[in-house]
């Protein structure tokens, strides 16, 4: 039973669609002038093989601060500028979209993608403007001490490789000693991020680890399954995005494996990567960063401002799902952060580097999400110089295949601190010695 308690331990805008081919390209959303001072770039990708997770993804940021502009007229009466730059997933793309936006006063960056932040992350910080990689990216930046621009709350890869094992371990009785493990992951530096985490893991609880790398996109798993099959771990858990998920899932089902075994990272849990498997996928499950479904005050606020209006994003069509709820959560925590920028430096009009001292003095409540529209929708936040990776809770979700749900199946719970914690400090260390980075926090 959820016990409903999340607890932390820690005037309408103007969207420009950005190519590479035409930097100046159609106006998506309402009309307004173009003076608008709050510039956020959105890396997206709705084309490519990855386009149907980033289609929504996008599809939920857009729609939030649409709302935000129709009903607030922005933060601090300042509209959002949203700036909509095509990647198709591609990291020379990525970098591109980088350099052709951050002149335009760029407050801060949504890569959506590993390897873009990987790119990013030496530019952006040279550059004085702040990454919000939610979720992904580099698992060390985290350490915001070494890593002063770069913020990944609510929580990294490697937290929630440590709370997919927490919840193997509950299954087993409290214990993995003898048991085998198998990683599915997509062959690039999104997909390798869990495998230190994992091996340290497997060392203190006593299990074997088989890793198993998928090609991109991800179309031909095969031969992986086979695999799988013949050496029957007693859990799979993966690391996939677009294609690759639903392709897994449907191979798992075609050699029998128990769905309820199969364990997926946040990206890895879309309606997506579940409904072309049909009934077989029923059971299947992932950790994730918030609660599914719609009943939420900012769902109402935009389907007011915005849906009712005539100006969803896209075809309209992602409201409610998955990632198109996670783009709303990117969307507001960067809401926030604009309005504690605001404060802190008493300028409704602020700069990329106060936009940077607002990410790292964000501190959201429950009280302050009820207030939002995101009543019990996700943890506390209280971000730090020290700590950029935020609370690192994660819940397990279940796939019902006959209503076409997901739900949460157990309560927000935290990762394997001692073990997170001193890998994301080597590997923020070595980073900093090879850098000459002294520190950022005093």
Same mark, same amino acid.
């Given at each position: 039973?959820?016990?409903?308690?999340?607890?932390?331990?820690?005037?309408?805008?103007?969207?420009?669609?950005?190519?590479?081919?035409?930097?100046?390209?159609?106006?998506?959303?309402?009309?307004?002038?173009?003076?608008?001072?709050?510039?956020?770039?959105?890396?997206?990708?709705?084309?490519?093989?990855?386009?149907?997770?980033?289609?929504?993804?996008?599809?939920?940021?857009?729609?939030?601060? %649409?709302?935000?502009?129709?009903?607030?007229?922005?933060?601090?009466?300042?509209?959002?500028?949203?700036?909509?730059?095509?990647?198709?997933? %591609?990291?020379?793309?990525?970098?591109?979209?980088?350099?052709?936006?951050?002149?335009?006063?760029?407050?801060?960056?949504?890569?959506?993608?590993?390897?873009?932040?990987?790119?990013?992350?030496?530019?952006?910080?040279?550059?004085?403007?702040?990454?919000?990689?939610?979720?992904?990216?580099?698992?060390?930046?985290?350490?915001?001490?070494?890593?002063?621009?770069?913020?990944?709350?609510?929580?990294?890869?490697?937290?929630?490789?440590?709370?997919?094992?927490?919840?193997?371990?509950?299954?087993?009785?409290?214990?993995?000693?003898?048991?085998? @493990?198998?990683?599915?992951?997509? %062959?690039?530096?999104?997909?390798?991020?869990?495998?230190?985490?994992?091996?340290?893991?497997?060392?203190?609880?006593?299990?074997?680890?088989?890793?198993?790398?998928?090609?991109?996109?991800?179309?031909?798993?095969?031969?992986?399954?086979?695999? @799988?099959?013949?050496?029957?771990?007693?859990?799979?858990?993966?690391?996939?995005?677009?294609?690759?998920?639903?392709?897994?899932?449907?191979?798992?089902?075609?050699?029998?494996?128990?769905?309820?075994?199969?364990?997926? @990272?946040?990206?890895?849990?879309?309606?997506?990567? @579940?409904?072309?498997?049909?009934?077989?996928?029923?059971?299947?499950?992932?950790?994730?960063?918030?609660?599914?479904?719609?009943?939420?005050?900012?769902?109402?606020?935009?389907?007011?401002?915005?849906?009712?209006?005539?100006?969803?994003?896209?075809?309209?069509?992602?409201?409610?799902?998955?990632?198109?709820?996670?783009?709303?959560? %990117?969307?507001?925590?960067?809401?926030?952060?604009?309005?504690?920028?605001?404060?802190?430096?008493?300028?409704?009009?602020?700069?990329?580097?106060?936009?940077?001292?607002?990410?790292?003095?964000?501190?959201?409540?429950?009280?302050?999400?009820?207030?939002?529209?995101?009543?019990?929708?996700?943890?506390?936040?209280?971000?730090?110089?020290?700590?950029?990776?935020?609370?690192?809770?994660?819940?397990?979700?279940?796939?019902?295949?006959?209503?076409?749900?997901?739900?949460?199946?157990?309560?927000?719970?935290?990762?394997?601190?001692?073990?997170?914690?001193?890998?994301?400090?080597?590997?923020?260390?070595?980073?900093?010695?090879?850098?000459?980075?002294?520190?950022?926090?005093?």
């Amino acid at each position: 039973m959820l016990s409903g308690k999340l607890e932390s331990k820690g005037r309408i805008f103007k969207m420009k669609k950005f190519t590479l081919a035409a930097v100046a390209a159609a106006l998506v959303g309402s009309m307004v002038p173009a003076s608008a001072d709050l510039t956020i770039p959105l890396l997206s990708y709705r084309t490519g093989p990855y386009a149907p997770n980033g289609i929504p993804y996008a599809d939920g940021v857009t729609d939030y601060i %649409n709302m935000i502009n129709a009903r607030d007229g922005g933060v601090g009466g300042v509209p959002i500028n949203l700036i909509e730059c095509e990647t198709g997933y %591609n990291t020379e793309r990525g970098v591109e979209c980088y350099e052709s936006t951050k002149g335009q006063g760029a407050l801060v960056y949504f890569p959506l993608s590993t390897g873009i932040t990987y790119q990013l992350i030496p530019k952006a910080t040279a550059d004085d403007i702040p990454i919000h990689s939610m979720g992904y990216g580099r698992t060390s930046a985290a350490d915001g001490n070494t890593f002063s621009h770069v913020f990944n709350f609510p929580g990294t890869y490697w937290d929630a490789a440590s709370i997919i094992i927490k919840h193997m371990m509950d299954m087993e009785g409290g214990s993995l000693e003898g048991k085998k @493990v198998a990683l599915v992951y997509h %062959n690039s530096a999104y997909g390798k991020e869990p495998i230190r985490t994992l091996e340290e893991l497997s060392k203190k609880h006593g299990y074997e680890l088989l890793l198993l790398p998928v090609d991109h996109p991800g179309q031909e798993q095969k031969s992986t399954w086979l695999q @799988v099959r013949k050496e029957k771990p007693d859990f799979v858990t993966m690391w996939g995005w677009g294609v690759m998920n639903q392709v897994a899932i449907s191979e798992a089902a075609s050699i029998r494996f128990p769905m309820d075994r199969f364990i997926g @990272v946040w990206w890895s849990a879309s309606e997506n990567d @579940v409904l072309p498997a049909g009934a077989k996928s029923d059971g299947y499950k992932a950790i994730a960063m918030n609660r599914p479904g719609t009943d939420f005050g900012a769902y109402r606020d935009i389907q007011k401002h915005v849906i009712d209006a005539g100006n969803a994003a896209g075809a309209g069509d992602q409201v409610g799902t998955i990632l198109y709820s996670r783009g709303m959560l %990117n969307a507001a925590y960067m809401v926030e952060a604009i309005r504690t920028a605001q404060k802190i430096h008493g300028a409704d009009d602020i700069t990329p580097g106060m936009m940077r001292d607002g990410l790292e003095n964000l501190k959201i409540d429950q009280a302050r999400w009820t207030e939002m529209g995101f009543d019990n929708f996700t943890s506390t936040i209280d971000v730090t110089c020290e700590n950029h990776g935020g609370p690192g809770l994660g819940a397990i979700q279940q796939w019902d295949a006959s209503s076409k749900t997901w739900s949460l199946i157990t309560d927000f719970v935290g990762a394997d601190r001692d073990v997170v914690d001193a890998l994301i400090q080597a590997d923020a260390s070595a980073y900093a010695a090879e850098n000459n980075i002294s520190g950022h926090c005093k």
